[in-house]
């Protein structure tokens, strides 16, 4: 347990004597927004509380199923709340519309693992080192020692493993292992689930990476790759912009490959970027931050207004500045 623990019994404690709660996660929600959201609702419904559970956007398809009980409805205009509690949300904004139901609150809770956090709730408990948010609320429901059922279980599971890339990336850590061996223990249908999340995707989710393989850049020494996604690239493949999700994997497993980058064209003049990086000192976290973005060193998005080719520009040129002095670094360091 980390030194932040005494936070986390502030919240506890909040939410055992709420009786309304309603949980709140980032627009486009992932595996591990959903799955942290859903093993919150249950555990808290399982209290006997009234919970609601809410987001900007639909669950993806493909995470469809771990709300069996259909716990996502969309709270009345006006509704109040004991407790809100925010999921995986780097900052206020990353809620998007979802925020407007929620004002009307005793109190506000922030959990999260973005390094980019701007503890913008009541009671905020922010572990940037963490694997997935999924991790922290499996030790927040340790810590209260309230019942871990089998389709939590499935939810968390879910979570830590989308957002670490099935234990691969950094953040991976033996604590991260643990809670894993812990959810099987629950009940996890491993197979299931991941047959679910990584063994079922659309045709067209493979008509769109077919057309990133296709037009992908390199540059850099074959250090930076990026690529472009528009409306067209969708409505020819008939992909969902859900189906974008996890594309750039393919393209930053690519060898001498450091940092990869997806530009997406949300609509004229408005770029979506998301970058992820393979060395640890290459900081896409950073790389955002300058274009009022977030996330962690590892992997990061930010939305910028600007034509395609002066978004593409300022991005590339401001992971290029790093991996150069990196490089002049390493030259320094290098010389007797
Ligand atoms: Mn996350």
Redesign the pocket.
């Known amino acids: 347990m980390n030194n932040l623990s005494h936070e986390l019994d502030r919240i506890l404690d909040v939410l055992q004597k709420a009786k309304s709660i309603c949980i709140v996660g980032h627009v486009l929600p992932d595996g ?2 959903i799955g942290s959201e859903l093993a919150m609702a249950m555990a808290l419904k399982n209290l006997g509380k009234e919970v609601f559970c809410w987001n900007q956007d639909d669950v993806p398809e493909k995470l469809e199923f771990l709300d069996e009980e259909n716990l996502m409805r969309k709270p009345r205009r006006g509704c109040s709340f004991d407790v809100v509690l925010a999921l ?1 949300c780097a900052s206020f904004e990353r809620m998007g519309t979802a925020s407007s139901r929620i004002t009307n609150r005793k109190c506000f809770i922030n959990i999260d ?1 973005h390094d980019s956090n701007t503890h913008y709730a009541d009671l905020n408990w922010v572990v940037g080192e963490s694997s ?2 999924g991790e922290l609320v499996f030790q927040l429901i340790q810590r209260a020692g309230w019942e871990i059922t089998p389709q939590i279980a499935n939810c968390l599971f879910t979570a830590i493993s989308t ?1 670490t890339g099935s234990f691969q990336y950094r953040g991976t850590t033996p604590q991260t292992f643990a809670a894993a061996g812990k959810l099987l223990e629950s009940g996890a249908d491993v197979v299931s689930v991941c047959s679910e999340v990584y063994q079922s995707y659309p045709l067209a989710r493979l008509k769109l990476l077919r057309q990133v393989l296709n037009r992908f850049k390199l540059t850099e020494d074959n250090k930076i790759a990026y690529y472009w996604l528009s409306p067209v690239d969708f409505a020819r493949s008939g992909a969902e912009r859900e189906d974008a999700e996890g594309l750039i994997d393919h393209i930053r497993a690519i060898d001498p490959v450091v940092v990869a980058i997806q530009f997406e064209e949300v609509s004229p003049n408005v770029i979506r970027v998301c970058m992820r990086s393979k060395n640890p000192l290459v900081d896409v976290g950073e790389v955002a931050g300058m274009f009022n973005g977030g996330g962690h060193k590892w992997a990061s998005g930010a939305v910028i207004e600007g034509t395609r080719l002066s978004v593409q520009r300022r991005v590339v040129k401001a992971v290029r500045v790093i991996l150069r002095n990196l490089k002049k670094r390493k030259k320094e360091k290098d010389q007797p």
Do not use: R, V
């Open positions: 591990d927004c995986d693992h997935s948010t957002d």
